[in-house]
């Protein structure tokens, strides 16, 4: 009678936090997750990047000031995060308007993109720093 339109009950699960972290994501969908927090990084420091600006070019005294506060190499690795977040996005940003226009929208091309994205903000970055700590 009734036991024959009986279905069993679905059973929804929390996933642990370790699994979630275990799952390998595939290098387009790392560049991708990277662009947003790189985003948001870039925003959330807007403030005081336009302060500090805006500082440097007040008087010569306040560049001096922001110019020594400049030199603790704390600031430089952290300037050194903000640049690296910066050339990730401008070259993930070049990224998806080639997509938009349907270029590199194969999977491969994807891949061969997405890994052009990561290795070309790190030689940027690389670059940046070394000049910044005085290398070259």
């Known amino acids: 009678m009734a036991l024959a339109n009986h279905q069993k009950k679905r059973v929804y699960r ?3 936090f370790t699994q979630i972290l275990a799952y390998r994501l595939p290098m ?3 560049v991708s997750i990277l662009h947003r927090i790189s985003g948001v990084l870039l925003f959330l420091t807007l403030p005081l ?3 500090l ?3 440097s070019l007040a008087s010569e005294p306040s560049f001096d000031s922001i110019k020594a506060w400049g030199s603790c190499a704390i600031v ?4 050194i995060g903000l640049v690296w977040a910066y050339l990730f996005h401008f070259c993930a940003g070049l990224r998806h308007l080639c997509m938009d ?3 590199g929208v194969t999977l491969r091309a994807s891949r061969l993109s997405a890994a052009g994205v990561l290795i ?11 000049k910044l700590f005085g290398v070259f």
Not at 76 to 79: D, E, F, S, V
């Open 14 to 16: 929390n996933i642990a």
């Open 28 to 30: 387009p969908g790392i």
């Open 49 to 51: 990047s336009l302060y």
């Open 53 to 55: 600006f805006g500082q």
């Open 76 to 79: 430089k690795l952290i300037g």
């Open 101 to 103: 226009v349907h270029l």
């Open 120 to 130: 070309l903000s790190g030689l940027l970055t690389l670059g940046i720093a070394l």
